[in-house]
C-alpha cells in the first residue's frame, strides 16, 4: 500500500478526535449517493417513459412517408416502391396507404368520428404492425366491405365483430334529391388494440381496395408508408429519398410528426440532469468544508510529515486521495440504490398511471448505459474538482509554522 493512501485511509477512519470530521464525511458521502441515486431513477423514469410512447407511436405510424404536396393522392406508386427499394437495403417494408375521414355508426344512435386507412394487407411484408397480426378479436378485413376497428371507437358506438355499421364519408354523390355525403353498409371483421389510445379511439382499418373504392380514388394512394431496420435512420433515408422523387412528392419521418412531443421530453430530460447535479454539486461543498477542518486540525501532523523529508505534492496527494474517496463510496452507494429502486420499480410496477391518459398502466424504468456513465463521470469529476481548494491549503503549510507552537 502506498504512503499516501495509507495516510488518507487513517486519516478518514482512525483519526483521534476527528469525530466531527467523521460525521461530515459520512454527511458528505450519503448527500452524493443520494443526488447520484436521484439522477439515474429520474433518467430512467424518462427514458422509459420515452421509449414506451415512441414504440407505443411507431407501432401505428411508418418511419417514413411519402405522400403528395396537394393532398389529393397519386398514382404510379409500384414503381416508385419497387425504386426504393432497390436502392435502400435498410428498408425493411414499403407499402401503399389510403387515408381519409369518416364518420363511424354502430348498432345503437352513438357515433364518431374516424380516421379510414386502406391497406395492403395480402402484402408479403406486412410485419411491421404487430397490432394488426394479434388482433383483440376477429381476423383482418381481407374482403370487401370489411372493416378493422379500435377497442376504444367499437365501445363508443357499440360495434362488436361479425356486426354490420355504417360509414358515412365526406366525398358527395349526386342524387335526384340533391348532393347528398356517401353512405356505406360495411361489416366489422375483427377488433384491435394498441394500447396507444388516440389510435384505439379513432382509427379504423379495412383493405386498400375497400379504401379506394370508398373515397373515390381509383388506382391512386393517399402515401407510401416505409418502415427501416433502425428507426433512426429515418433522417438519412428520408434526405436521401427527397433527391430521387419527383418534385411534387415530399418525404415526412416520424419525428417530424412528432418534433413537438420529443423535443419537450429530450428538454425535460436535460434540465433534469442539470437540476439534480445540484445535489452532487452540495455534497461536495461537504467534502471541501470537512478537509478544509482536517488541514487545520492536522497542522501539526502535516508539520511532522514535511520535517521528515515529505513533499508538499506527496500532502497534496494525501488529502486529494481521502476526497476522491468519498467521492467513490458516495458514487458506488448511489448507483447501487439508484439500479436497485429501478428493478424493484419495475419488478412490482410501483408507478400506477391512468391508460386513457398516458397509454400505458404504470411507467417502466429504463436505465440507458450512456446516462449511467454519464452520471458516474459527473459525480467522480465533481467529488474530485472539490478535494482541489484543500489539497493545495494543506500543500502550502510551512513546516516551521507547523510546530513552532508545539
Known amino acids: 500500500m502506498k504512503f499516501e493512501f495509507f495516510v488518507a485511509k487513517r486519516y478518514l477512519l482512525k483519526g483521534r478526535k476527528s469525530s466531527f470530521i467523521s ?32 414504440s407505443k407511436i411507431l407501432s401505428s405510424t411508418a418511419h417514413i412517408m411519402i405522400n403528395n404536396i396537394i393532398g389529393d393522392g397519386f398514382e404510379g406508386y409500384e414503381g416508385i ?7 435502400f437495403k435498410t428498408i425493411t417494408s414499403a407499402n401503399p396507404v389510403v387515408f381519409g375521414t369518416v364518420l363511424l355508426k354502430g348498432s345503437t344512435r352513438n357515433a364518431s368520428g374516424a380516421v379510414l386507412r386502406g391497406v395492403d394487407l395480402e402484402s408479403s411484408d406486412l410485419g411491421y404492425e404487430i397490432w394488426l397480426k394479434k388482433l383483440r378479436r376477429g381476423k383482418l378485413p381481407l374482403k370487401k366491405k370489411q372493416l378493422l376497428i379500435g377497442s376504444e371507437i367499437a ?14 364519408t365526406p366525398q358527395p354523390i349526386l342524387s335526384p334529391t340533391g348532393i347528398l355525403p356517401k353512405i356505406k353498409k360495411m361489416h366489422v371483421s375483427g377488433i384491435f388494440k394498441t394500447g396507444l ?13 375497400t ?28 434526405a436521401k429519398l427527397k433527391a430521387i422523387l419527383p418534385p411534387n412528392l415530399s418525404v ?3 419525428k417530424d410528426l412528432n418534433a413537438s412531443l420529443y423535443s419537450a421530453l429530450e428538454l425535460e430530460k436535460t434540465v433534469l440532469f442539470f437540476t439534480l447535479t445540484l445535489i452532487i454539486i452540495v455534497a461536495s461543498l461537504n467534502i471541501i468544508a470537512g478537509l478544509i477542518l482536517l488541514v487545520i486540525q492536522k497542522i501539526k501532523d502535516i508539520g511532522i510529515l514535511l520535517s521528515y523529508g515529505a513533499t508538499p505534492r506527496t500532502i497534496k496527494r494525501i488529502f486529494f486521495i481521502q ?11 448511489g448507483v447501487a440504490v439508484g439500479l436497485i429502486f429501478c428493478h424493484i420499480a419495475n419488478k412490482f410496477e410501483l408507478i400506477k398511471v391512468p391508460s386513457e391518459i398516458y397509454q400505458m398502466s404504470f411507467v417502466p424504468f429504463t436505465t440507458s448505459l450512456f446516462d449511467f456513465f454519464a452520471v458516474v463521470v459527473v459525480s467522480l469529476l465533481i467529488s474530485f474538482t472539490a478535494t482541489l481548494i484543500p489539497s493545495k491549503k494543506a500543500a502550502s503549510v510551512n513546516v516551521v509554522d507547523a510546530i513552532k507552537n508545539e
Request: a negative charge; proline letters at 0%.
Open 23 to 54: 460525521i461530515i464525511s459520512l454527511v458528505s458521502i450519503i448527500g452524493i449517493a443520494i443526488g447520484v441515486a436521484a439522477l439515474i431513477i429520474a433518467l430512467s423514469l424518462i427514458n422509459g417513459f420515452q421509449s414506451d410512447i415512441r
Open 81 to 87: 416502391i419497387k425504386d426504393i427499394k432497390k436502392r
Open 155 to 168: 365501445s363508443k358506438v357499440g360495434l362488436m365483430e361479425d356486426e354490420s355499421c355504417t360509414v358515412i
Open 197 to 209: 389510445y388516440e389510435v384505439d379511439n379513432g382509427t379504423i382499418v379495412t383493405n386498400l381496395r
Open 211 to 238: 379504401a379506394q373504392k370508398l373515397f373515390g380514388l381509383k388506382n391512386k394512394i393517399s402515401y407510401i408508408q416505409i418502415y427501416l431496420e433502425d428507426l433512426f435512420e429515418a433522417e438519412e433515408v428520408g
Open 252 to 254: 415526412i419521418t416520424w
Open 323 to 333: 476526497g476522491s474517496i468519498i467521492g467513490i463510496l458516495g458514487t458506488a452507494a
